[in-house]
Structure formats: structure tokens, C-alpha cells
């Protein structure tokens, strides 16, 4: 089992590596909105390598528990994943909100 601290420390690397990636996301659309997409690519791409991040941290928590041993499922560590999965959400709306510009600069005849 692991201690406390390390569930503890485990689950802010998460939140940490999440929060930039929702972040990053939430530019990417912010970028999107004024037709920026070259850049708003790119911050999708830093998001994902975000998210690379926070899942490497997920995994050595899975694994342990695979592997037989037990986690204590703290509040932070409750909190951690919600981070998680809320930026993974984000991020895919933010894809479908920078397609959903494109159009709308094509549809209004603002190819650049």
C-alpha cells in the first residue's frame, strides 16, 4: 500500500498536469474564435502532451493496484480524477469547437 503522502503527491501531479492541459485547451478555442487555427492546433497538441503527463501518474496508481496493491481513494485523489476527466472533456469540445470555426470562416468567405 501506498502512504497517504504518495496517493497525496500522486494526485496533485494529476490535477497539476490536467489543469495546464485544460488550459491549453481552453486557448485553443479562445485562438480558434479569431481564426487563429495554426495556433490553436498547437495548443491542443500541448493539452495532449499534458495529458500524456497526468496518465503516466494514472497509470502508476493503476498498476500498483493491478499488481495487488491497495490505494487509499482520498477526497484529493476523487478530485484528481475529476480534473482529469473534466480537461479530457474540454479538450475534446475545444476539437470540435476549432472544426466548427473552420467552417464558419469558410461559410463567410474569410479563407485565409
Known amino acids: 500500500m501506498q502512504s497517504i503522502e504518495d496517493i497525496q503527491t500522486l494526485s496533485?501531479?494529476?490535477i497539476l498536469h490536467a489543469g495546464n492541459a485544460r488550459s491549453?485547451?481552453?486557448e485553443a478555442i479562445s485562438y480558434a474564435k479569431d481564426y487563429n487555427f495554426s495556433v490553436a492546433r498547437e495548443k491542443i497538441k500541448e493539452a495532449?502532451?499534458?495529458f500524456v503527463?497526468?496518465?503516466h501518474v494514472q497509470t502508476e496508481?493503476?498498476?500498483n493496484e493491478a499488481s495487488g496493491k491497495k490505494n487509499e481513494v482520498t477526497v484529493i485523489l476523487v478530485h484528481a480524477q475529476d480534473h482529469l476527466m473534466t480537461a479530457l472533456t474540454v479538450?475534446?469540445?475545444a476539437n470540435e469547437m476549432i472544426d466548427m470555426y473552420e467552417k464558419m470562416q469558410c461559410l463567410e468567405g474569410k479563407n485565409e
Open 12 to 14: 496533485f501531479n494529476i
Open 24 to 26: 491549453s485547451a481552453m
Open 48 to 50: 495532449e502532451q499534458a
Open 53 to 55: 503527463e497526468a496518465h
Open 61 to 63: 496508481l493503476l498498476q
Open 91 to 93: 479538450k475534446d469540445l
